[in-house]
C-alpha cells in the first residue's frame, strides 16, 4: 500500500496525463486540417506552376512554330518579291530604248548606207603624197580615205588617190568645207571636242548622235584619238541594226591595222574628237527634201 501522499502525487500524474492527452485531441483534427489543406494547397500551387510552365512551354513552342512559319512565309514572300521585281527589271532593261527621230517617230531597226571601202594601204594609192603638209596617205591618209567613201554614197566617185589630186593643198589636213563646196553639198554638222559643252567624250551619246544620222540618210565621218599619245584616226559609220535589244553600228575602217567593223569594237583607248555630217544643198539634215 502507498502511503497517502504518494496516492495524491499520482492522482495529479494521471489527471495532467490526460489532460494533456485531451489536449492533444482537441487540437490533433485542426492541425491535421491545416496539415492536409496546406498539402493540398502545396499540391495545388506545384501542379498549378507545373500547369504554367507546361502552358509556358506550349506556348513557347506555338510561338516558335508560328514565328518559323512566319520567317517561312516571309522568306517565301520576299523570294516572290524579288522575283517579281526582277521580272520587272528584265521587262524594263531587256532592250535599250528604242531611238526617235524629231517628230517621235521611232527610228528604223535597220540602216545600211551604201558606199566603197577604200583602204589608205591600198598600193595603187598608199605612196602618194597629200599637200600641203607632204604626207604619204598608207600612213597618214585615214582621214581622205573617209571622206572618199563618204563621198561615194553621195555619187562623187573619187577614190583616194583622185580625191587627193582633186583637193589639191586642202588634202593634207583635210579641209572639209572646200570638199563641201566644191562638190556642191553642206556639211550637216561638224562637232568637236573643242567645242563648248562637247559630249563627245561620251561614247552613248556619240552612238545615238550616230544612229540618228544614219536613220536620216547621212553617212558619219568620226575622229578618234589616242587618249596616251595623241594620235588620231578617222573611219566612217555606215550603218546600224536594232536587233535583241540593243543598237550596233556599223563601221568601214580605212587602216588594215586594227579593221574595225563596228563601233562598239573601238576600244575606250581612243575618244571621239570629231563627228561630221554632209548633205546635199536641196536636202535638210534629216536626208528630207526642203520645201
Known sequence: MLPQGHKTEKRILIFAVALTFLVLLLYAAPWGRQFRAAGTESQQTSSGDTASLTGLAESAAVTAADLNRSGLSASQTTAASSAETDAGEETETEGEARLTAADGSVLPDTVELASTHYRQTDP?????????????????????????MAASFYGIDLDPAELNSALGDYADPVEWA?????YGLLIGRQDSSLDPGSRLTDRAYVRDQVIRELAGGNPVILGLRLKDSGNTHFVLCYGYSYSAGSYSVLVKDPSTNNDYQTLAQIPDTWEVYRLLTFYVSDLNASGENAS
Do not use: E, N, V
Open 178 to 182: 572646200a570638199f563641201a563646196a566644191q
Open 124 to 148: 595603187a594609192w598608199a605612196d602618194l603624197i597629200m599637200q600641203k603638209d607632204g604626207d604619204d596617205i598608207g600612213t597618214y591618209g585615214c582621214a581622205l580615205t573617209s571622206l572618199s
